[in-house]
């Protein structure tokens, strides 16, 4: 069996995550979360000055 990697690694396999994987995938689900809350951040005070402006 090939050794397990990121791009190898399907996460409904019955099999456990290395320690490199796991903290490879936790790695980019904490940058994908990170980038979603500026994302989120920058809309929700951009529709804030609009509803202000409007005001």
Known sequence: ???????????TSMEEPSDEVLS??????????????IEATNRFFDELRQAAAAY
Not at 4 to 9: E, K, L, R
Not at 24 to 37: I, S, V, Y
């Open 1 to 11: 069996m090939p050794a397990m990697t990121i791009d190898t690694y399907k996460l």
């Open 24 to 37: 490879q995938l936790m790695k980019e689900a904490a940058e994908d979360a990170r980038e979603a809350n």
